[in-house]
């Protein structure tokens, strides 16, 4: 018997090939991988996130986080800072050179977007928004969404986000309105 929706089981690994060899050539010119892509993604995008906070984002084991972290610590990519309150926090940033590269690894995935979504009749960027929503488990939904759509950044927790009120695509949300924060 044939998997359901198999056509679009391998749809996706070819676009999730294609969506991250733009970025992996660049990647490799530092000794960088995807895990290091990842990582400066979200502290780019969230400056200040706590360490715990990109844990439970990237569903990777402390040590994993601890080798890639210290790695872009190393060549000033990240900034790694103590909370202001509790000094055992270790708070995230981009520096300069670390926020160009993210800037860099973000703009051919954003450009490969925009040529996608522009075969697709007006207004498919929400279907494709919500049908990318549905895919992630259901219990991180709100807290995903949290993250993405709120204006409030940046150093949100993940935790108080799981506990926000639902948040799940606010209507009128813009997506794009975060994009260029810095």
Known sequence: MITPHCDLIEL??????????DPDE??????????????LHFVDR???????????????????????????????FILQKPGPLDRRQRLLYTTPTGHALARSLSS?????????????????DD???QFLHAMIDED???AVA??????????RSLSAAAVAPTMALPEGADPDRNSDRK
């Open 127 to 129: 279907i494709v928004r």
């Open 108 to 124: 051919p995935q954003s450009e490969r977007l925009s040529r996608a979504l522009a075969t697709l009749p007006p207004g498919s």
């Open 140 to 142: 991180a939904r709100d």
């Open 146 to 155: 949290e993250m993405i759509y709120n204006t409030d950044r940046p150093a």
């Open 12 to 21: 996706l690994f070819y676009a999730y090939r294609d969506f991250t060899s």
């Open 46 to 76: 969230n400056p200040g996130m706590m360490v715990t906070d990109l844990l439970a984002i990237l569903r990777i084991t402390k040590q994993s986080l601890g080798r890639v972290l210290k790695q872009l610590v190393d060549k000033d």
């Open 26 to 39: 660049r990647l490799a010119a530092f000794d960088f991988g995807r895990a290091h892509h990842r990582v």
